[in-house]
């Protein structure tokens, strides 16, 4: 080949170099990068209102996580007796867990004894469970339950690879409470305090350091721990001491749950683990691998694990594969059976079916890559147009009579080949800047560069294993009418797309116009795979509603929903004032939407059932405020919600906050605190000693750490909660005579917030409203032009789902990337074939093409990620059966000096003489995406999605490029004028 005559070549070579460089430059930088490391920091300060936990531990530990170096933004949310802190960071390399570690530890060294200590775990966001269970305790096991799932089960679940938050429900830890007796401990002088300070100072164990002896250094510690908690001496004033047993109750109890959770209406046990779907099912299996340590010791009754569906998902799509590629074989045998060497032709074609799919996940695992359902999908959607090489290579050498004519052969295979694999994989380029569809891209260019390599180097030899027999392709007479009948048409055909080639231009264009029309009509809707077999809803109750009634509702929900035959089970958790429902179900007798309709209408008094989670059948979209004041930001939230009920478009519309209990709130009667001699501190202490109990210091034992609760006062029968009397009867402790807190002071109710959520460091309200799938930028406008009408004070901000419209412009950008595949397919077909016109023709045929596909999915639904993706990998298989019609125009001879009649006799054999080549590479194409359109998981959609748009595209593409190639030969391919007259006479049979 003489390159210095490739000038064009050159030119497309430096082109399409500086168009691919634009392109990843203006790529989104979230497309390219990812989005970082997160990390999420949970304090725990039982007792104490949402108000009071922001202002001790969230600004704080706000304060101290923004100056941690790579810091993206900082969310948290402040719940009664729970901090919780997100914080995300730039970049994809791995975050700095030290630096979140020590910024979470600084602050709490800070604060009060009886805070918990930060729990800091890698972060996905997501706060739908990746894999729950029921835990039950064994029959040989001793102990406590809750003590061991926190101490043993949880820090091992927490360490695996991709797991996030792991959160226990229905159990509380064990610690010791200490309830003084308040006529004993007054009369003695002794407060709550002074008990703490004492068994704090006493019941220690400590590190002394090291000595030396012997030439050994021998660590010493002191060991001051009382055997028994219950026999400590407390100092009084004037040297005497008194035993704890004497003035206050001690025993060990259960620290009251966050939630109480049960399992078809049983009380139960649930530890659940929060993540991403990437990776599902990695994690999953490591799940499994690590709750096989403590069988024996309890009991996992697994309730939904997100990983296994995955993996059944990927068994699927294997299956799926597996098939696609027997009856890619099983086409190409029948294809080429007829033909050249017979059946030893035939016999290559289907061996190198598997020989291809073998090669190419080699090459990906050699990659390092894992080999999951996008990888699987793309080897066989790829399998199919890749395997055309084979078929090509059988129709050009089956007809060799000798080596030297295989060598012609192998040069004019080459430019087709090359062609054909060079576009399909020039078109996947730009779905390399999107994470969703790299794992098809790679699949499908590997398996094309395989079987380019495998036609054009290792087949040629076995096609021409006897040096060739010339058993060149012919049609006989003795042909079926069918057939003839078809080839009069084809030659109709000819004739009147070169006569008429604007009608069939126009028809085309028309066609394309209505597919892009569809597609903008349809909108993009970010999509995202929901559970196939578990429903997860949210139950929102009266704020303050005792957990035990919350509990006891949620019992009768849930006995009245797994009553019906498709449900399995229903894992209910209930906290004060909402609560949660995990539903499973047969999804061969039901779907998720229609679980969600059943719980809906289930009577929940009190209770309003919301689903966090989109379906197949709809979606939900967050609608958040900031401003300085939570008060007023819920206050505007509430508003918004009246006004988002008045769209019609919206379905539900949920508020994501909820008012808090009536909040007990007492106020000094300064009068007679000054005449008892009490200070309002010493009032202060007393109520929270007594109703509280704060933790005095956390006890070492052979069990780890245990904490130490010191009560002023129990409720009757050791209830952990005082009532509204007992709390007014608590002593203000005086030896003289001690007095209740109700005599001291004034009482009043007022609300309080049940959670305070922040980012950025502002207070945040949201609600949420659900829709039928649709681009989130259609609900944005329709929506916030009736919000926007609120009159908001400066500094107050709504803004609609960032996440959802983010997704949608950068699917709306899949419309740059379809553009730059048919860019980097016409630099490499004007490479190949050194003309700036033959890739006009041929990829003319891609538009409307794709437009019949693009028609029937806008039909069925929204124009989501999975069908942008599959459109953009479909558009290089599109044009092959173009390439090759192109190809054969090119190699006909079409003379402009010759004889119209000629040109178009020698038109009509060139497309007559690739039909048989080009049904063959469609008809495996289509029978490689075939089994694919069967799969019914619903986190295979991208695999049923590609499988559709490649047959419709690709099958409608021969069509097109029968019909517009002719027409186009005129003025690109080189024929002149045709009256196309005497085309019928020239057709043989």
């Known amino acids: 080949m003489n390159w210095l005559g490739r000038k064009k070549t050159s030119l497309c070579i430096i082109a399409g170099t500086a168009a691919l460089s634009v392109f990843f430059i203006l790529a989104p930088e979230r497309e390219r990068g990812g989005g970082g490391l997160s990390y999420s920091v949970t304090i725990r300060h039982y007792g104490i209102d949402a108000a009071g936990m922001e202002r001790t531990i969230t600004i704080p530990l706000e304060d101290a996580l923004s100056a941690v170096s790579g810091v993206k933004n900082i969310q948290s949310s402040s719940e009664n007796g729970r901090t919780r802190v997100f914080v995300y960071f730039n970049g994809e390399a791995k975050g700095p867990y030290e630096a979140v570690r020590d910024a979470a530890q600084r602050v709490y060294e800070s604060l009060p004894p009886s805070v918990q200590r930060p729990e800091i775990q890698s972060s996905s966001g997501a706060r739908v469970p990746l894999w729950t269970a029921a835990v039950t305790a064994g029959p ?5 339950l809750a003590d061991f799932l926190e101490r043993a089960v949880k820090p091992r679940l927490e360490s695996l690879e991709g797991s996030g938050e792991v959160e226990i429900s229905g159990t509380g830890i064990n610690e010791i409470a200490v309830v003084l007796k308040q006529e004993r401990a007054a009369a003695a002088g002794l407060t709550p305090e002074d008990a703490a300070a004492a068994l704090g100072m006493n019941d220690v164990l400590l590190p002394a350091g090291k000595v030396s002896g012997g030439g050994r250094e021998i660590p010493v510690v002191v060991d001051g721990r009382y055997d028994e908690l219950s026999g400590a001496l407390v100092p009084l004033d004037g040297g005497y001491a008194v035993r704890l047993e004497d003035i206050a109750d001690v025993y060990e109890q259960e620290r009251e749950p966050e939630i109480l959770s049960r399992l078809n209406g049983k009380r139960t046990a649930v530890i659940a683990v929060m993540g991403n779907s990437e990776g599902a099912e990695k994690l999953s299996r490591a799940i499994r691998e690590e709750i096989k340590q403590f069988s024996g010791d309890i009991e996992f009754t697994v309730l939904s694990d997100r990983g296994e569906e995955e993996a ?3 068994r699927s799509v294997l299956i799926a594969a597996l098939q696609g590629s027997l009856m890619v ?9 007829g033909r050249g060497n017979g059946p030893r032709t035939a016999l290559v074609c289907a061996f190198s079916v598997p020989l291809i799919c073998l090669v190419s996940a080699g090459v990906l695992a050699f990659a390092g890559m894992h080999p999951d359902r996008a990888l699987l999908g793309g080897i066989a959607a790829g399998v199919g147009s890749a395997v055309d090489t084979a078929i090509l290579s059988s129709e050009k050498f089956a007809a060799c009579g000798a080596l030297s004519e295989g060598k012609d052969a192998l040069k004019r295979l080459f430019v087709p080949l090359v062609s054909g694999a060079a576009t399909t994989m020039a078109a996947l380029v730009p779905l390399l800047s999107v994470s969703s569809g790299r794992g098809l891209v790679l699949a499908i260019g590997a398996v094309n560069a395989v079987s380019l390599v495998t036609a054009l180097v290792f087949l040629p030899p076995l096609f021409l294993w006897e040096g060739g027999k010339g058993n060149a392709v012919k049609f006989k007479r003795k042909t079926r009418r069918a057939p003839r009948v078809f080839f009069r048409f084809l030659a109709f055909s000819v004739k009147f797309c070169v006569e008429k080639p604007r009608i069939v231009q126009c028809a085309a264009a028309l066609l394309s116009a209505g597919g892009i029309l569809a597609v903008v009509l349809a909108g993009a809707d970010p999509l995202s795979a929901a559970s196939e077999n578990s429903v997860y809803a949210h139950i929102e109750f009266d704020g303050g509603l005792l957990a035990e009634e919350v509990d006891r509702r949620l019992a009768e929900f849930s006995e009245t929903l797994a009553a019906a035959e498709e449900i399995k089970t229903v894992q209910t958790g209930a906290r004060t004032g909402s609560g949660s429902a995990l539903i499973t179900f047969d999804p061969k007798k039901t779907g998720a939407d229609r679980i969600r309709e059943k719980a809906r209408s289930v009577e929940l008094p009190g209770g309003f059932v919301y689903f966090p ?25 509430k508003e918004a919600a009246g006004v988002c009920a008045g769209v019609p478009l919206i379905r539900e519309t949920v508020l994501n906050f909820k008012d808090g209990t009536k909040r007990l709130t007492f106020l000094p009667d300064r009068e007679k605190l000054g005449e008892a001699g009490i200070s309002f501190y010493r009032f202060a202490e007393t109520a929270r000693q007594g109703v509280h109990g704060l933790i005095a210091y956390k006890r070492t034992g052979a069990g780890g750490e245990t904490d130490v609760r010191i009560r002023g006062a129990g409720g009757a029968d050791k209830r952990p909660a005082l009532s509204r009397k007992e709390t007014s009867e608590l002593l203000a402790g005086r030896r003289d005579g001690a007095l209740n807190l109700g005599s001291l002071s004034f009482s009043r109710e007022e609300s309080e917030p049940s959670g305070i959520r922040r980012e950025g460091r502002r207070r945040i309200a949201s609600i949420s409203i659900r829709t039928r799938p649709m681009d989130p930028r259609r609900v944005r406008d329709e929506v916030m032009k009736e919000i926007r009408k609120i009159d908001l004070p400066p500094g107050y901000v709504f803004e609609f789902d960032r996440e959802a419209v983010e997704a949608a412009e950068s699917l709306s950008g899949t419309v740059l990337s379809f553009l730059a595949a048919l860019l980097f397919c016409y630099m490499v077909i004007a490479s190949v074939n050194e003309s700036f016109g033959i890739p006009l023709a041929v990829l003319s045929v891609a538009p409307p093409s794709m437009a019949v596909p693009a028609v029937v999915l806008a039909v069925s639904g929204s124009f989501n990620s999975a069908v942008a993706c ?49 049904i063959a590479t469609a008809g495996t194409t289509i029978a490689g995406a075939l089994p694919f359109l069967f799969l019914t998981e619903g986190s295979n959609i991208l695999m049923r999605t590609l499988a559709l748009v490649t047959m419709l595209g690709v099958g409608s593409s021969c069509v097109f490029s029968f019909a517009l190639l002719p027409g186009f030969s005129k003025k690109i391919m080189g024929a002149r004028g045709c009256s196309g007259t005497s085309v019928l006479k020239q057709v043989h049979f």
């Open 140 to 144: 040989l096991f001793r102990g406590s």
């Open 870 to 918: 599959a459109f953009v990998t479909v558009t290089g298989m599109a044009v092959n059966a173009s390439v090759l019609i192109a190809g054969e125009i090119k190699d006909a001879g079409v003379s402009p000096a010759g004889r119209s009649e000629r040109d178009t006799g020698s038109l009509y054999r060139a497309l007559r003489k690739v039909l048989p080549a080009l």
């Open 613 to 637: 989670e989109t379906s197949p059948g709809e979606r939900v979209w967050e609608i958040s405020i900031s401003g300085d004041d939570g008060g007023k930001c819920r206050e505007f939230a």
């Open 329 to 337: 074989a099983l086409a190409a045998a029948l294809f080429t059976s």
């Open 312 to 314: 059944a998902a990927y």
